[in-house]
């Protein structure tokens, strides 16, 4: 896979550990949302952080089951449920993706049966 994050002085700053844009070539994934929500016991943790690091867990399983690994998504919206949680997703977006890192958008919703997080995203197959 070819995967070039843009960057130019003239782009204002990002206000997160993530890329504004990201120039890929290969194959495309796309990842239907992933909540939090453990594959085995079909629950959700109700503590925003373990709901969180669950859905970037079953992101990554859905991106391996595809042959990949986290470094092959280029692309993430992150609906988010409380905004006063965009500190501990910034740490785990950062722990999840730690070079050259996907772009992403964070809309702000109401998701269903209560969950907090969920995480769409795509990742790009060389």
Do not use: C
Not at 15 to 32: I, R
Not at 47 to 75: I, T, Y
């Amino acid at each position: 896979m070819t995967k070039r994050v843009i960057e130019g002085d003239a782009m204002p700053p990002v206000f997160g550990p993530y890329s504004q844009a990201v120039a890929a070539t290969g194959e495309w994934v796309f990842l239907s949302g992933q909540a939090g929500i453990d594959p085995v016991t079909g629950d959700a943790p109700t503590d925003f952080g373990a709901q969180a690091r669950q859905a970037f867990e079953n992101v990554a399983s859905v991106v391996a089951a595809a042959g990949l690994d986290m470094g092959h998504v280029v692309k993430t919206t992150i609906y988010l449920a409380d905004p006063a949680q965009f500190g501990v997703l910034n740490q785990l977006f950062e722990e999840y993706f730690p070079t050259s890192p996907p772009t992403r958008a964070v809309p702000i919703v109401q998701l269903p049966k209560g969950l907090l997080i969920s995480i769409e995203a795509i990742a790009i197959r060389p």
